[in-house]
């Protein structure tokens, strides 16, 4: 069992920046690969990001355009999404979620999610 709290949502302004935090607790957390999706209201939800146990690996939505950024950190139990150059389209509720393998596009291939954090961003 993996337990995952997000953190770090928020309102911001157009062309500001936030940084989401997802800890993670349970079983061993460097061996799970680590996802981040976003999910709009009337809107399903959608990949983000995601990286590797060893952090070698990371893979990004397209249409991010290099504004985001995943990383981990291993010995604290936290993955990170730094979000840069936000746009008002980009207000979701972000998840993170995990699995014990590689990285996947699709949300029912995660087997442990948390629950939650809204990123509002305001034209």
């Known amino acids: 069992q993996v337990q995952l709290v997000e953190s770090g949502g928020g309102l911001v302004q157009a062309g500001g920046s936030l940084r989401l935090s997802c800890a993670a607790s349970g079983r061993a957390f460097g061996v799970y690969t680590m996802g981040w999706f976003r999910q709009a209201p009337g809107k399903e939800r959608e990949f983000v990001a995601g990286?590797?146990?060893?952090?070698?690996?990371?893979r990004y939505a397209d249409s991010l355009q290099g504004r985001f950024t995943i990383s981990r950190d291993n010995a604290k139990n936290t993955v990170y999404l730094q979000m840069n150059s936000l746009k008002p389209e980009d207000t979701a509720v972000y998840y993170c979620?995990?699995?014990?393998?590689?990285?996947?596009?699709?949300?029912?291939?995660?087997?442990?999610w948390g629950q939650g954090t809204q990123v509002t961003v305001s034209s």
């Open positions: 990286i590797t146990w060893s952090g070698a690996i990371a």
């Open positions: 979620a995990s699995r014990p393998s590689g990285i996947h596009y699709q949300s029912d291939a995660y087997d442990y």
